[in-house]
Structures are given as structure tokens and as C-alpha cells.
């Protein structure tokens, strides 16, 4: 296909099987494995990997029985040994039935073996409430995987850096958690450059501002540069910062905005409490104590399950007005 006929939008579904599509071509180290990955099974519950295993076989794109622990297993035995697996748990929530596999093993190898062994490893998983799902299907569950040394926990929020840092994690020598967003995974977005990988552990500056910043990642950040866009029209200059790597946190750029506007919401789907929103806040007011014009908001989701039922699931996911309010009490 010629650059003309490149698409110039494409969804997030389409952005990430692009980016395993090329890793693929690029380096036959590359394998994917999970339930139903296969093109017999459709590629994947929502047809991300659709097409891979006709073009690269089944021996490289692997469709395996219903056990999570045997998918992370398996592909941290393939990484030590020098292949580059992308293993997908098919929800978020179901990486509980894995976690010993992830947090005591595939974290900490390189730890045990003073630094002799590298596990280059990725882990897909989509979650998120929109679609009443219910609460074993749509948590958000960063802030564990984030408290585990080892792990680099990324979240993108646009189709673009989907392709961008799925790229990046598989490349990467160590564990990568890669968490996609249900919901928006059929919004489309601005198309990626081709082979373009975006740095992990680095945070992104989306929108330039004076007054207050706001903090996000995934889904939400989308919904902070909507509120954002909504106060510009009221001279309310809202810098956005999106995190793109959870953990390793890139503090630097975070401190470097709120220094500058000396405000500051924190904004995930995740529970409030005991959230990434919290770690963040604590080292704000640690490094610029007396320094800040209001106190730290943060919003996030109220310590309940994901409700089944749709208004109560809607009540639940921080909106564009609860994230507007936020911000307006920090210009107070």
C-alpha cells in the first residue's frame, strides 16, 4: 500500500494489530499467544490479533486453553530462553488468576539473577466500564501492578500511542503490563507514523497551560482535553500532562507542570483510594510544599465494585463535569 492509501484515522484495535503485525515482520523472536488469539477463533474476543496467525502460522500466533496462569507462564519460559512473547489476558480482572506468575516471577527474574536474565515479555489486557459488564470484568487495577518493582505499566490513551508504545514494550528488555481501554477501542484517531515508537517511561505535555494542571492516562485523558478545550473558551489555560507510562512514573515532567502552574487534579478510572492518584499527590505536596495556590484534587471511581447496571455503572466512571468541577475548585 502506498503513503496515498495509508489511512489517515484508524481505531485502537487496528492500531495495536498493526503494531504486533510489524513487530512480527521485523523480528521472528516475536510470538503471541492467549485464548482465541488464532484467526480460527477470530482473532481475540474483539479481533485484535485478527489476521496474524493466517499470515505468520500457528506456530508464531498460538491459541491456548482457558488458563491464565499457563499463558504467562508459558511466555516468560519463551522470553528467558530469547524470544519476544505478547501474551494477552483477555481482561484485566482475569490477571488475578496470573498474578503469581507476573509479580513473583516475571518482575523479579532479573532481580534474582543479578541482572543475568531479562524477560522481554508484554502482556496485553483491555478493561474499563462503559458496556455493563460488571464488577469481575471492568477494573481497573494499575495501582498492583504499579507497587510491584520490575514492571512498567503503560496506558495509552489515543489509538496513535497504542501502535507507539506497543512497539516500544515489545522491544523492551523487561515485563511490560500493556493495558487497553474497552470502551474507546472503536474510536477512531489520527493514524501513527509508520515505525514510529514512543519512548516508554516517558510522560506527555497533550495540551499547554497555565493556570492548573491535570493528570490522566488511558481513556480519561481524552475527557480532561475535552474540559480543557471547554475552559479555554473562559481564558482557563489547562495543561494537560498524559502519564503514557504509569510506572515508572516520569515525575519530573508531572513536577515540572505543576510547578509552573501550581495547581493540580489527578484524574483515573480506577477507585480513588489507594489509586495512582494518591502516589502521585503525596510526592506533589512532598517537592512543593507551600509552594501550591490550592490543594490537590483527585478524581477517580468511588470504593465499590463496577456496578451491572447502566446508570449506576455511568454514575461510577469519572465524567467531563466531575473533572470540570475539580479543576474549578483548584481556581478558587
Request: charged letters at 20%; proline letters at 6%; one cysteine or more.
Amino acid at each position: 500500500m502506498n503513503a496515498q492509501m495509508k489511512p489517515k484515522t484508524l481505531n485502537t484495535i487496528q492500531a495495536v494489530n498493526q503494531a504486533l503485525d510489524e513487530a512480527m515482520g521485523l523480528d521472528e523472536s516475536v510470538i503471541v499467544l492467549g485464548e482465541d488469539v488464532g484467526d480460527e477463533q477470530a482473532g481475540g474476543v474483539a479481533g485484535v490479533t485478527k489476521g496474524l496467525s493466517s499470515k505468520y502460522g500457528k506456530g508464531r500466533v498460538r491459541s491456548t486453553p482457558i488458563s491464565e496462569q499457563a499463558i504467562v507462564g508459558a511466555a516468560i519460559g519463551a522470553a528467558i530462553v530469547g524470544m519476544r512473547p505478547v501474551a494477552e489476558v483477555m481482561l484485566m480482572n482475569f490477571t488475578t488468576v496470573c498474578m503469581d506468575m507476573i509479580v513473583n516471577h516475571a518482575a523479579k527474574l532479573r532481580f534474582m539473577s543479578g541482572g543475568q536474565t531479562h524477560v522481554p515479555l508484554t502482556i496485553r489486557m483491555m478493561t474499563g466500564a462503559g458496556f455493563s459488564t460488571g464488577g469481575q470484568h471492568a477494573d481497573y487495577l494499575e495501582a498492583w501492578f504499579a507497587h510491584t518493582p520490575g514492571l512498567t505499566v503503560i496506558a495509552p490513551s489515543t489509538p496513535a500511542d497504542a501502535y507507539g508504545l506497543m512497539l516500544s514494550s515489545i522491544f523492551d528488555d523487561d515485563p511490560c503490563i500493556f493495558i487497553e481501554n474497552m470502551p474507546s477501542y472503536w474510536t477512531p484517531g489520527p493514524a501513527p507514523e509508520a515505525g514510529k515508537r514512543i519512548p516508554l517511561r516517558q510522560a506527555h505535555v497533550a495540551r499547554s497551560g497555565s493556570d492548573v494542571t491535570v493528570i490522566g492516562y488511558s481513556r480519561i485523558l481524552n475527557d480532561c482535553l475535552a474540559v480543557a478545550e471547554k475552559l479555554a473558551g473562559e481564558k482557563i489555560g489547562v495543561e494537560v500532562v498524559d502519564l503514557r507510562t504509569i510506572a515508572p512514573l516520569d515525575f519530573e515532567t508531572v513536577i515540572n507542570s505543576v510547578s509552573k502552574t501550581r495547581r493540580a487534579v489527578i484524574v483515573h478510572e480506577a477507585l480513588t483510594v489507594f489509586g495512582v492518584g494518591a502516589e502521585i499527590a503525596t510526592r506533589l505536596y512532598q517537592a512543593l510544599f507551600g509552594k501550591l495556590k490550592a490543594p490537590i484534587e483527585r478524581v477517580g471511581a468511588p470504593y465499590c465494585p463496577v456496578p451491572f447496571s447502566k446508570p449506576l455503572e455511568t454514575a461510577f466512571v469519572p465524567s467531563q463535569a466531575r473533572i470540570e468541577a475539580a479543576v474549578r475548585a483548584t481556581l478558587r
